[in-house]
């Protein structure tokens, strides 16, 4: 089957949904998930959205705050650009019904501002505990009522289809919209698109310990590398710190603000430990903080470490954190009243598809939004609650260019349908379950929180050999959604793995033992490939 649409976004958190939104005033969208449309990162965001919005606020602290977790690396135009557009993003979403939590001050009803870690200031909105699924609920409410979108859910992109590789080889390559897999019938399908949006999260289960629901395979950057597109900074991935220790619990997050209202991370015996590390302890910029609990489980050899917020009022902990007090129950903690165990898992992408300003790729008509994009606002470490804040920003950057590309309607070429050779059904997909558990498993032990040159070595050599044997299969079998996942996953490893062979030093999240400074005369630069 074929499609013809003027925008063709791929991927429903906050950033496909809301570009979708606005691209539906101008023109014909299609809009591919892989599951269901509120299957997403955005939906299981805990914190917030960081936004300046009180008085003992400035833009001046949240972009001095961003730079500084950052660590060098930060673009500070992208940053002062983001945060002054916060507010305007904030009201946007509080006109389609978003509903954050408030709070009585002098008889006046205001937003309740939460704290996370690197922030000198309360500028969290914040949904209690659940902010993601109220933003996601609100928006999708929204794009169910438009007419010109039409939503493809139980679809995922096969590839993208760029001039270079379907009409003749140009020096600046085009993309005409992609190859999209219908999980359902198994049939590819041919989406053309003045312009296509990738806007598909990150790649938190590249490694075996993730916060991130399953759907986080890294697609978008897979797919745009494969096409040609440049990448950047894929060595900067975010350990949160604090995900709860249990076989059971999936690395369920154990929200930042919850330090932010006052948690205190301690050892086994109720040592605090983090003013051995940074001034703000606790709340000290994430990487700090999941770098020192890693070195303290390696010292002592324990499991776990634990997060202790029983000082406060049990119907504070209850009203603030309804969700997270929930889920710890049901595992057995009660933390109004015991310090729950907790780890880091990986968390955040700060890498991914060079974007410029408008969320443009090196690909004309290509874009990234949202946690597929490097767009330079997080630099070498993002800021928690910055993520949602960028995803809004640029879906609404991003639609304005794309606007134009659908106004001059150029004359999309003949691409040629989906052609499946001589491939056949798979009679071992045990190689899918096998190659995937190895790749997450190698990644977390090599290409982890602390990096070391022999570790990378080891993980390029095994990278190099997995592609190589699901690449063979790629072409032989029948393509299945697992076998894409696989594959990107496959693919933003090795980029991961790539990126932080270069860059030879230690900055933000990347931390390699062998080269344990910060190097600004020569790394102080985006790692691009
Ligand atoms: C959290 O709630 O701790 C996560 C917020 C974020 O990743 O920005």
């Not at 139980?154 to 999209?180: M, P, Q, R």
């Not at 205190?264 to 605090?272: A, E, M, N």
């Not at 009679?427 to 290409?447: C, G, H």
Request: glycine share 8%; charged share 25%.
């Amino acid at each position: 089957m074929e499609i013809r649409t003027d925008f063709l976004v791929i991927g429903s958190g906050i950033a496909g949904l809301s570009f979708a939104l606005k691209a539906a005033k101008l023109g014909t969208v299609s809009l591919v998930t892989k599951r269901e449309k509120r299957e997403s990162a955005t939906f299981y965001a805990q914190g917030g959205i960081a936004s300046v919005l009180s008085a003992e606020d400035s833009f001046e602290a949240h972009v001095k705050d961003t730079l500084e977790a950052g660590a060098g690396l930060c673009h500070p135009d992208i940053v002062e650009m983001v945060v002054k557009d916060g507010p305007n993003r904030i009201r946007e979403l509080m006109e389609l019904g978003a509903s954050f939590t408030k709070r009585t001050v002098n008889n006046n009803e205001e937003l309740d501002l939460g704290k996370e870690g690197g922030h000198s200031k309360r500028r969290i909105v914040h949904a209690q505990d659940m902010t993601g699924r109220e933003i996601e609920e609100a928006v999708l409410k929204a794009v169910a009522a438009e007419k010109n979108i039409t939503v493809y859910e139980n679809h995922i992109a096969v590839d993208l289809l760029t001039h270079s590789k379907f009409i003749e080889k140009t020096d600046e390559d085009i993309c005409w919209g992609a190859y999209i897999l219908d999980k359902k019938t198994g049939g590819v399908h041919t989406f053309l698109a003045n312009a296509t949006i990738l806007a598909t999260g990150g790649a938190g289960k590249v490694y075996l310990f993730t916060s991130n629901p399953d759907i986080a395979t890294g697609d978008g950057v897979a797919i745009a590398y494969r096409a040609g597109a440049h990448i950047a900074n894929m060595e900067f991935i975010q350990f949160h710190p604090t995900c709860l220790y249990h076989s059971k619990a999936k690395s369920f997050l154990i929200s930042e603000a919850v330090r932010g209202e006052g948690g205190i991370l301690r050892l086994k015996d109720g040592t605090p430990f983090m003013a051995n590390y940074h001034p703000m302890k606790d709340l000290a910029p994430r990487d700090i903080v999941a770098r020192a609990i890693d070195f303290e489980l390696k010292k002592s050899g324990a499991d776990c470490v634990y997060l202790d917020i029983t000082d406060k009022d049990p119907a504070f902990i209850k009203t603030r954190f309804p969700n997270i007090y929930e889920k710890c129950l049901s595992f057995g903690f009660d933390m109004t009243k015991e310090p729950i165990p907790v780890v880091p898992a990986a968390h955040y992408t700060c890498g991914g598809v060079l974007a410029n300003d408008y969320g443009e790729s090196s690909i004309k008509r290509l874009f990234a939004i949202g946690e597929t994009a490097c767009t330079g606002l997080h630099g070498a470490n993002r800021l928690a609650s910055n993520s949602l804040l960028e995803a809004l920003v640029f879906a609404n950057r991003a639609c304005l260019k794309a606007a134009e590309l659908v106004a001059k309607d150029a004359a999309i070429p003949r691409i040629p349908a989906w052609q499946t050779g001589g491939a056949v059904n798979s009679d071992e997909a045990v190689i899918i379950s096998q190659n995937w558990d190895e790749v997450r498993r190698f990644m977390w032990n090599y290409v982890g929180i602390a990096r070391s040159n022999k570790r990378l070595d080891r993980a390029h050599r095994r990278i190099e050999n997995l592609r190589a044997e699901i690449n063979e299969y790629y072409w032989n079998f029948t393509v299945t959604s697992d076998l894409l996942e696989l594959r990107n996953i496959a693919t933003v490893a090795e980029l991961i793995i790539r990126c932080a062979m270069l860059r030879k030093e230690s900055r933000g999240l990347h931390y390699n033992i062998d080269y344990p400074e910060t190097d600004d005369k020569n790394w102080k630069r985006d790692t691009i490939i």
